[in-house]
Antibody, heavy 119, light 108 residues
Framework: QVQLQESGPGLVKPSETLSLTCTVSIGSISNYYWSWIRQPPGKGLEWIGY???????NYNPSLKGRVSISLDTSKTQFSLKLNSVIAADTAIYYC?????????????WGQGTLVTVSS | EIVLTQSPGTLSLSPGERATLSCRAS???????LVWYQQKPGQAPRLLIY???SRAAGIPDRFSGSGSGTDFTLTISRLEPEDFAVYYC?????????FGGGTKVEMK
């Protein structure tokens, strides 16, 4: 059973960089896309972006320029960096596995981690 | 980007009743790459339906998905107490993945 676990600071100051890591509990990250999704408290879901094992990425156009996702296959981890954060970036951040190449869906999710942007 | 509009915002029903949730896309969803998730308070979303109508592993057959193009429906044939939750649709027919705003199914 694939398990994902987010980790990182729960509080980030405005204008700084939000950094999160997702650890995947399987032998290798392969043939899937590894994604970040966020959810402001009490609101809906917003896809942030994903990365493939080759390093190829795809980001939400609304966040492009501020976001980057990287992959460390040796550690079966992938990371999110969101620059120049504002209060509106306060959300629960989920990492998830995205099954592409056909049906295209998120089938495994982390439990989520709340990140608050505040001074 | 494809905008997904879910309706109604809230559905108040009793256990045993039928729930019909709608997801309308601003443009046709390629190859019916339309997915439904269930989210309970304090939990991550859970995959229910993919490809508009295929149930994910372990999902009871009271959940069914239908539709194509721009209009999609999630039906719960007989609500069980554990089905009261928020349901989201999501499209992956374009590079910019998007979610609908959600429908809350609450107990009447």
């Amino acid at each position: 059973q694939v398990q994902l676990q987010e980790s990182g600071p729960g509080l980030v100051k405005p204008s700084e960089t939000l950094s999160l890591t997702c650890t995947v509990s399987i032998g290798s990250i392969s043939n899937y896309y590894w994604s970040w999704i966020r959810q402001p408290p009490g609101k809906g879901l917003e896809w942030i972006g994903y990365i493939f094992r080759t390093g190829s990425t795809n980001y939400n156009p609304s966040l492009k320029g501020r976001v980057s996702i990287s992959l460390d296959t040796s550690k079966t981890q992938f990371s999110l960096k969101l620059n120049s954060v504002i209060a509106a970036d306060t959300a629960i951040y989920y990492c998830a596995r995205y099954v592409g190449g056909g049906w295209n869906y998120f089938d495994h999710w982390g439990q989520g981690t709340l990140v608050t942007v505040s001074s | 980007e494809i905008v997904l509009t879910q309706s109604p915002g809230t559905l108040s029903l009793s256990p045993g009743e039928r729930a019909t949730l709608s997801c309308r896309a601003s443009q046709s969803v390629t190859k019916d790459f339309l997915v439904w998730y269930q989210q309970k308070p304090g939990q991550a979303p859970r995959l229910l339906i993919y490809g508009a109508s295929s149930r994910a592993a372990g999902i009871p057959d009271r959940f069914s998905g239908s539709g194509s193009g721009t209009d999609f429906t999630l039906t719960i044939s007989r609500l069980e107490p554990e089905d009261f939750a928020v349901y989201y649709c999501q499209q992956s027919g374009t590079l910019a993945l998007t979610f609908g705003g959600g429908t809350k199914v609450e107990m009447k």
